[in-house]
Structure formats: structure tokens, C-alpha cells
């Protein structure tokens, strides 16, 4: 990384009367060195003696030893004193050095920092007067009037700078948001996606007005609310983890000609979502401190009385949470998270649906199918030997046969079709008995399959709503999935952190060739 991005600055000669006085300046200022730290990655300590690769190292005022040479870093005094909003312009681009101006700059309420054209975003955890009006209004003139300034990083100025190239290049731009969970990339997208909605108006039908704005805009806005319900769960690392990926397009009509950009030629015609791998494993299986998607227990806190009585989900809350087997899998404090109102969330899904113009019928139909995805994880079969006794076939226990009458009743299909689906083995060729454990698998592949045809409906129905036929252009918005390591992985994780290492791979791509013209030039 420090040879890619590090020395973003041109070479430049030093008259060679001046070649000494600096070596030996350079030699004074490595006494400081950085090392590594438990707690906050890299720290500043003095160097107090080397031999070898060992070395001694005063941090903090205690005297401790390194035994390999890469551990002590060199550090420059000089890139301490200064505060650089582009880290791709420090003379010292070491790990450690660029964490203490990350940090630096954080704790100065300064979130972002370029490295390189490259963004780099601190998660806050709270809320920051830095999207309000005021800025709002200084990127959109930045667009307007400005587009030569030394633009602040912030993520109003990536939005920006997209519709800039999309103006002068005639080309589709993309977005692209990467981090670890919990790094804020499902905020940062909708913080592109409200700026790039106030910076140009909306066209519907060929006409323009404030209404006619606000009517898409709140389409586009309002299937954040709704995928996350369905998509987002609780995590070790992230209580609002998106367990799936999402391209969103913003489709643009505009002039053709390449030239700056004036904003009243400019409209957003609509908007497309394309989703990638839900972890549909989840829909069975959480590891400890772990939830199931949200939606499952906004529904068991949201839903009136009459309706979990008619969905066979009982009281609702903590009573409901603790009876169905797909989420006892959690303790009773990681049922419910401090911060998060269930009952709040459904109401702003519904109210989302509503907006997004989603029929109040289909919206029921897809609670009757979390409620049967429900009931199907509480089907408990037991051995059932055939006549002759050679064969294990598997029968629903009678403490768990209220629970796929339920289930059937509510996928709209018959008891003895959906039983049949569960303890038959069936071919073109045979068909033979399952034992329970086959039954099992059985019943949990089909509640992932149902949730996930359900989570490509539910997309489906947003594209519905918010795509308005091809736009002119594109500016592509992609919140990927976020990185985690855990102690046991499901195959969905695994192809996600795949995901975010080729996207990482593409970074370091794209900065390399970055790096590489500013030499050339």
C-alpha cells in the first residue's frame, strides 16, 4: 500500500550542497519511530537502542522490546505537524502514519479524508451537522460555479465529482462503498443518494415540478426502509449489518453534448436496484450474539393483536420471540437491541411500502409468508420405521403438527402436500423416505428458498415503483456487504468477503494507475 499510494508527490532534485544537511535531519528525526498496539493499531515511541532486528522502544513512558525489524517504523517529524486533508501527500506513508492523521482528523469531527481521488470515511456512531442545508448548498455551487476548486472530502463531494465527470465525460459514473461491517456504508449511500436528488429535479412524464420531485425522491429514499427491514440483521460486530449487496442505478436524463453541466438540463428519471447474495443461511441459523433478519422481530413487536392472532404468532414481543426456532437461537438480552424501536421500524416499513405505492394485499401476503417461514422452523420430526423395519422414514412429531397445519394454511397449499415435500425423497426415477435429519434439512432449505424468492419480490416490486425507462445516463451507487471474520463461516460470508477483497483489489488498482500517470506526466 505505502508503495502505491505513498509517494503521491512528483520527485523532485535537492541541490547537492543540501544533500548532507538532510540525511542527517532525516537521521535525528528517526528516533521516533511508530509500533504496534493492541488497542489502537500503531503508536509513537522513541527509539532508545537497535541491534539487529531487535530494538528498544520507550512508549509511553515504559521501555519494551521488538524482535522483528518490521514491528519499529520510522517516523518523520514533520509529517506530525501538519494536517492533511489528502494523505496521499505525506512524505511518510506508513500504517502508523496514516491512522494518527485519520484519528487526528476524527477526533476534530473531520470524518473523511482523501487518500488519493479515494474517500476514506470514519464511522462517527452518532449524528454530525455536516448534511444540512448549508452543505448541501456549497457542493451544489462547488457543480455549479466552482468545479476547479480543491474540493474538501466529504461524501457530497464524491456525488458531486460523479455527476462533474458524467457532465464532461458523456459517460455512466459508479460509486463504489466498501468497509468492514459497521463502517457506515448503508448511510454514506443514502447521503449520495439525497444529494444527488437535491442536486438535480425530477421528470416524470415529461413534466418537472416541486410535487412531481418530491413523489420519485421519496420512491427512491423510501426502499432503503423496506430492504433493510428484510435484508439487515444483527451482527457481533454490527447491530445493522446489510446482509446482502446492492447496486442501485440512478438513471439520469440530460443533454448529450459534453460540456459543463447546467442543473435545469439536467433530471433524475428513476432508479433500478440490483441485489447480490442474501444470506439466506441466516433465515435458520445465527451464531451466538447473532439475530435473524430485523423484519421478523419488528413484525412480532408491530403487529396488532388480531393480526399475530391470525398469523398464529401469539402475544408478540419477547412471549412470541422465545416460542419459534428459528430465533431462540439468541439469548434473551440480543432479542431486542437498546437503541432499536421494533415496533417504530415496522411502522416506518409500512409507511415506506405505502409511499413506495406497494398494494396493502401484497404487503400482507408477505407477513402471512414470515409467519409460515416461522411456523415451518418449528416442524419437529421423529423416527417412523416402515412395516418391515429396514426402512427409517420420519413423521411430524404431534406437539409440532398445529405448526405445518399453520404453515400450509398460510403458504395457501395442503397439509399433505407440504408434508409430502418434507419426508419424501422424490426423483424422476424413485421416490423413498426421509429420516428426520433429512427432513430437517428438508424443512430449513425450504425456509431459505422462501425468504429468498421473497427478498427478489420484494426488490422486484421496488424496481416496479421507482424505474421509469432507460435514462439518458447513469450514476451507479453500490453498498457492499460488509467484511467479517468469524469463528465459524457460513459460505454466504464467504463469497461476501471475496467480494470485498477483489473490490479492494480494485481499489489499489485504480490508485496504482493513478500514481503511475502523476509520474509520467
Known amino acids: 500500500m505505502a508503495s502505491t499510494v505513498g509517494q503521491a508527490r512528483r520527485p523532485s532534485r535537492q541541490p547537492a550542497g543540501e544533500e548532507g544537511a538532510t540525511a542527517a535531519k532525516k537521521k535525528q528525526q528517526t528516533t521516533l519511530v511508530w509500533v504496534p498496539d493492541d488497542k489502537v493499531g500503531w503508536v509513537l515511541g522513541k527509539l532508545l537502542a537497535q541491534e539487529g532486528s531487535k530494538s528498544e522502544v520507550s512508549v509511553g513512558g515504559v521501555t519494551k522490546t521488538f524482535k522483528r525489524a518490521e514491528q519499529v517504523v520510522p517516523c518523520l517529524h514533520s509529517v506530525l505537524e501538519k494536517d492533511y486533508e489528502n494523505l496521499a501527500e505525506m512524505e511518510d506513508f506508513s500504517e502508523g502514519a496514516i491512522l494518527y492523521h485519520v484519528r487526528k482528523r476524527f477526533f476534530k469531527k473531520n470524518i473523511y479524508t482523501y487518500v488519493g481521488n479515494i474517500v476514506v470515511a470514519i464511522n462517527p456512531y452518532c449524528k454530525l451537522d455536516i448534511y444540512g442545508p448549508e452543505q448541501t448548498d456549497h457542493f451544489i455551487d462547488y457543480v455549479m460555479n466552482n468545479p476547479s476548486w480543491e474540493l474538501e472530502p466529504h461524501v457530497y463531494g464524491v456525488a458531486a465529482k460523479a455527476f462533474l465527470s458524467l457532465c464532461s465525460s458523456g459517460k455512466n459514473q459508479s ?36 410535487g412531481s420531485q418530491a413523489s420519485i425522491e421519496e420512491k427512491i429514499m423510501n426502499s432503503n426502509p423496506v430492504l433493510e427491514s428484510f435484508g439487515n440483521a444483527k451482527t457481533v460486530m454490527n447491530n445493522n449489518s446489510s446482509r446482502f449487496g446492492k447496486l442501485m442505478e440512478v438513471g439520469l436524463d440530460g ?48 403487529a396488532s393483536i388480531t393480526e399475530l392472532t391470525q398469523l398464529g404468532l401469539g ?30 421500524e415496522y411502522q ?116 416496479v415503483k421507482i424505474y421509469n425507462g432507460v435514462p439518458r445516463a447513469n450514476i451507479a451507487i453500490l453498498d457492499i456487504f460488509g467484511f467479517e471474520i468469524f469463528e465459524q463461516n457460513s459460505f454466504e460470508q464467504l463469497c461476501i468477503n471475496f467480494a470485498n477483497e477483489t473490490l479492494q483489489g480494485h481499489f489499489n488498482k485504480v490508485v496504482m494507475a493513478g500514481e503511475k500517470a502523476l509520474y509520467e506526466d
Open 255 to 302: 443533454p448529450s453534448r459534453r460540456s459543463l453541466p447546467r442543473l435545469d438540463e439536467w433530471h433524475i428519471r428513476g432508479a433500478r436496484i440490483y441485489n447480490y447474495i442474501l444470506e439466506k443461511s441466516r433465515v435458520t441459523a445465527q451464531m451466538n450474539g447473532e439475530r435473524n433478519f430485523h423484519v421478523f422481530y419488528m413484525l412480532l413487536e408491530g
Open 348 to 463: 416506518d416499513m409500512m409507511q415506506a411500502f405505502d409511499i413506495l405505492g406497494v398494494q396493502m394485499q401484497v404487503v400482507e401476503k408477505l407477513k402471512r409468508l414470515l409467519a409460515a417461514i416461522l411456523h415451518l422452523g418449528n416442524v419437529v420430526f421423529e423416527s417412523d420405521t416402515q412395516a418391515d423395519k429396514t426402512v427409517e422414514g420420519s413423521r411430524v412429531s404431534s406437539s409440532s403438527q398445529h405448526h405445518l397445519d399453520k404453515a400450509a394454511e398460510l403458504l395457501g397449499t395442503q397439509v399433505d402436500t407440504l408434508l409430502m415435500a418434507l419426508i419424501k425423497l422424490r426423483t424422476k426415477l424413485f421416490e423413498r423416505p426421509s429420516t428426520p435429519i433429512q427432513a430437517a434439512a428438508a424443512r430449513d432449505a425450504l425456509a431459505k428458498d422462501l425468504y429468498r424468492r421473497m427478498f427478489d419480490f420484494i426488490v422486484d416490486q421496488c424496481n
Open 175 to 210: 460509486i463504489l462503498i466498501s468497509g468492514e461491517s459497521g463502517a457506515g456504508k448503508t448511510e454514506t449511500t443514502k447521503k449520495a443518494l439525497a444529494f444527488i436528488a437535491d442536486l438535480v429535479p425530477t421528470k416524470i412524464d415529461g413534466s418537472t415540478s416541486p
Open 315 to 344: 402475544p408478540g414481543g419477547l412471549e412470541s420471540m422465545r416460542s419459534f426456532q428459528y430465533l431462540q437461537q439468541a439469548h434473551d438480552e440480543d432479542y431486542l437491541i437498546a437503541e432499536r424501536d421494533e415496533k417504530r
